[in-house]
């Protein structure tokens, strides 16, 4: 059966300091991988990952994707209270998506 | 653009009761999405659509019947409810010739009682 596994749960650090969220997927024909950021309401898309794109940054975020472990990573440095919230990793399959429970990230001042 | 709306954001409904959750967006995307959150969980997708007149299970499509008659509309229709269907849902839309970004609409809060 599909499904997507991400650790930790939940994390807390403090404004500054750097996280690695982790993310490893079995997924019937892979297609891509992507990261959301799920603050009070619906998530909104940080990154998508391919076999074609497996590395991608943006300020501060930067995911890697591992297609041999089927796993990636999302960092944030200089974390600030601002990035708290809960990070999803989806990943798409044939035609369907399978997300994670989710990891909590709480950056305490 | 109002991207993706959903209507409502609220409701209670008491066991057996049905309701019909609408969800519109005016991105003229192929794809729809129908997910459930449950507290402290990731998203689980009950049913899909990549096109008009084209409609498939996800994951968890138990007690759940969806519609696609045009591209912007793909209601969510909730039979006989019960107290395990209590959720956040979300819709979502994207369009499959580019990124493959999924938009989400603000959620519907529902629980039965």
């Known amino acids: 059966e599909d499904k997507v596994v991400q650790s930790p749960l939940s994390l807390v650090v403090h404004e500054g300091d750097t996280v690695t969220l982790n993310c490893s997927y079995e997924v019937t024909n892979f297609r891509s991988l992507l990261w959301y950021k799920q603050e009070k309401k619906a998530p909104t898309f940080l990154f998508m990952l391919t076999s074609s794109g497996i590395e991608k940054k943006s300020g501060r975020l930067s995911s890697i994707l591992d297609k041999k472990e089927l796993s990636s990573i999302l960092n944030i440095t200089a974390t600030q209270t601002g990035d708290s919230a809960i990070y999803l990793c989806?990943?798409?399959?044939?035609?369907?998506?399978?997300f994670g429970a989710g990891t909590r990230l709480t950056v305490k001042p | 653009n109002a991207g993706v709306t959903q209507t409502p954001k609220f409701r209670i409904l008491k066991i057996g009761q049905s309701m019909t959750l609408q969800c519109t967006q005016d991105m003229n995307h192929n794809y729809m999405y129908w997910y459930r959150q449950d507290p402290g969980m990731g998203l689980k997708l009950i049913y899909y659509s990549v096109g008009a007149g084209i409609t498939d299970k996800g994951e968890v499509p138990n007690g759940y019947n969806v519609s696609r008659s045009t591209t912007e509309d793909f209601p969510l229709r909730l039979e006989l409810a019960a107290p395990s269907q209590t959720s956040v849902y979300f819709c979502?839309?994207?369009?499959?010739?580019?990124?493959?970004?999924?938009?989400f609409g603000p959620g519907t809060r529902l629980t039965v009682t």
């Open positions: 989806a990943v798409e399959g044939r035609n369907d998506m399978r």
């Open positions: 979502a839309s994207s369009d499959r010739t580019g990124i493959y970004e999924q938009y």
